[in-house]
């Protein structure tokens, strides 16, 4: 089975601090994605990575950034934190087109900032 | 681009009826198409999938859904609600090659009412 892993299941930071989600998976998988989960506006593309050290920015980029130094994990980071950055946050890999397209997600990290 | 249509955030649905979540896409290429499941705290499992086969798509649960290209839907039935069948419901489509970013609905929160 694939699994993808995320370092926190909770986590609870101040305004201005600079954080870290860590998600690993173990499939081998080329693609590899960040969402924000927040109710009544679905999952949303903050950034996505389809090879080490390339990323590409998703749909709501802005005050995050992220990291791929190995092809088996991926980085988001917050800067900066602020209290609307409060959210779910979940990791997905997929395994690029191949006949299923599909991703696989690990369990999310809710993040609250103070 | 792709995207996808979910109405009614809050489907409210008897225990033993039936389940019915509507899911409309856009997309200027046949598309793949997916129905992920998320159980409270938990992160995105695929319900089932559809990627260009067989037009009516069994998952798992008991789901199932009808691929129809004359109508831009995929909606998701299951015969009989059960209790267990409480969870938000995604609808995802993404274009058949490129690196699988899917785009998703805002989702279906279903309550089982006993």
């Known amino acids: 089975d694939v699994k993808v892993t995320q370092s926190s299941r909770y986590l609870v930071k101040r305004t201005g601090e600079k954080v870290f989600l860590e998600c690993v998976q173990d499939m081998d998988h080329e693609n590899m994605f960040w969402y924000r989960q927040d109710p009544g506006l679905g999952l949303r593309l903050i950034y996505f990575s389809y090879d080490v050290k390339m990323k590409e920015k998703g749909d709501i980029p802005e005050g995050y950034s992220v990291s791929r130094e190995k092809k088996e994990r991926f980085s988001l980071i917050l800067e900066s934190a602020s209290t609307n950055q409060t959210s779910m946050y979940l990791c997905a890999s997929g395994a690029g087109t191949g006949p299923t397209g599909e991703q696989f997600f690990g369990p999310g990290t809710r993040l609250t900032v103070l | 681009a792709q995207s996808v249509t979910q109405l009614g955030s809050h489907v409210s649905v008897s225990e033993g009826a039936l389940v019915l979540l509507r899911c409309n896409y856009s997309s200027s290429v046949p598309p793949y198409l997916f129905w992920y499941v998320q159980y409270p705290n938990q992160g995105l499992q695929l319900l089932l999938k559809?990627?260009?086969?067989?037009?009516l798509v069994k998952g798992i649960n008991g789901f199932e859904a009808e691929f129809k290209k004359s109508e831009t839907s995929f909606h998701l039935t299951k015969p009989s609600a059960h209790m267990s069948d409480a969870a938000e419901y995604f609808c995802?489509?993404?274009?058949?090659?490129?690196?699988?970013?899917?785009?998703f609905g805002k989702g279906n929160q279903v309550v089982v009412i006993p």
């Open positions: 995802a489509v993404s274009p058949p090659y490129g690196n699988n970013r899917l785009a």
């Open positions: 559809y990627t260009s086969a067989a037009t």
